[in-house]
């Protein structure tokens, strides 16, 4: 088993920073990937960014250039540093983990509101 917990969501101005972190605990050995979704009202839950154990990440074309997925091993965190914040970039975001064998492990959300 896997437990994902974010933070570092809130409510920041358009053109803002904010930077969510996934603090992960349990069987990490069988994490391969680590991904931030997010799901705004009314909409399906989309990929945000992603990044394999080797550290090749993949961005979602909406966030390229402003937001930057990264991990620190030793603290089995996950990291999504969000720059010049658009109001479309409101949503919920969650932390993913996929195992080897192909299960998902979800965090349970945070917030973030970006106001214009």
């Known amino acids: 088993q896997v437990q994902l917990v974010e933070s570092g969501g809130g409510l920041v101005q358009a053109g803002g920073s904010l930077r969510l972190s996934c603090a992960a605990s349990?069987?990490?050995?069988?994490?391969?990937?680590m991904a931030w979704y997010r799901q705004a009202a009314g909409k399906q839950r989309e990929l945000v960014a992603g990044?394999?154990?080797?550290?090749?990440?993949n961005y979602a074309n909406s966030v390229k250039g402003r937001f930057t997925i990264s991990r620190d091993n030793d603290k089995n965190t996950v990291y999504l540093q969000m720059n010049s914040l658009k109001p479309e970039d409101t949503a919920v975001y969650y932390c993913?983990?996929?195992?080897?064998?192909?299960?998902?492990?979800w965090g349970q959300g945070t917030q973030v509101t970006v106001s214009s």
């Open positions: 993913s983990g996929r195992s080897l064998l192909g299960i998902f492990y």
């Open positions: 349990g069987s990490m050995f069988s994490i391969e990937y």
């Open positions: 990044i394999i154990s080797g550290g090749g990440t």
